[in-house]
């Protein structure tokens, strides 16, 4: 194995963990600004506010993705392994 293969696995392995992380993160970025919004509106300045909707989303989101966060990060497994096999 050499760099270019170090990097190559180091890439994959970065992007995976972006886009399974992708759905979650963007749904409790969109649970954010609307809370916020909300809250800038309204004069409401509860800091907990944010948290209970944010949790609810984001295992909402997880649940509803599992399948495509499951086949992104076997897809990648498998691509680590045809690596392993075949000496890099």
Known sequence: MNEADA?????SA???A???AGPAVGAAMVVGVTIALFQALTQIQEMTLTFIPKI????TVTA???SFIGQQIVAFTE???GHIATGF
């Open 56 to 59: 609810v989303v984001i295992l």
């Open 7 to 11: 990097l190559g696995i180091v890439q």
């Open 18 to 20: 972006l886009i399974a």
């Open 14 to 16: 970065i992007w995976t």
């Open 64 to 66: 509803l993705t599992s």
């Open 79 to 81: 691509e680590i392994y």
